[in-house]
């Protein structure tokens, strides 16, 4: 037991000696005319306080400009709404995954993907597995991940619930968030892409009208970052 307390504290203290100096926010935003730009996570705060001062704003929003890896979803589900709500066009600069691809390309009357900028989705609160992250120490506490699985079930059904209804109302099949989990459709767990995304036909097969890709079709990687996805094609359902 004395060996584990030891252990404890020297991995405290070595990870004490790796903590960044400064406090970064997860996302960064800012307003110019009429455009939102945001670059960064979807968290509550940051999506309340961007969508804060796009609210304010003298000239009215009309475009998003977005960079973003994804992030929490009910968050992302806020935003989308908005987006849907003020009719905003979405630039996707760099990259959209996750719950950016999920709830704001989807909820966009119009999307233009810049050159070299990648959209994926890996998931959403309809998926059959998951994966529970811990952390080394949590190991150490007794039914840590039992717990955590638990917890995170139970707050999976508001979650269920508010999406059913976002995509209710953008008119996009909910099943673009899952599509890629299906075992023969699976080209994630085969290629270890970060994640996949689909056709422009196949796109506009789940509602989702009105792209521009400066590329032709989505990107499957890029040169600048280590995101990459593969390409479900629906015709193999």
Known sequence: MKSICILIVLCFLSSC??????????????VSENILYYKGRITDFMVLKALELANKNEQKITALHIDSGGGDAR?????????????????IENKCFSS??????????KVHVLKGAIVGWHGGAFQETWIVGMRWYEYLIPNRKAS????YSSGREPWKEEETTFFE???VDQRITTYGQISKLNCQNSTGASGWNYSLIDLKKLGVANLIIDDGELALRTDDIKTTACRVTLGDI
């Open 148 to 151: 955590k699985e638990a917890y």
């Open 100 to 109: 950016c691809a999920n709830y704001i390309l989807t909820a966009a009357p």
């Open 17 to 30: 000696a790796n903590f960044p100096k400064e406090y970064k926010e997860p996302a960064e935003f800012y």
């Open 169 to 171: 109302k953008v008119g």
């Open 75 to 91: 968050s992302g589900i806020v935003f989308g709404n908005w987006v849907h709500d003020n009719g905003i066009t979405v630039v």
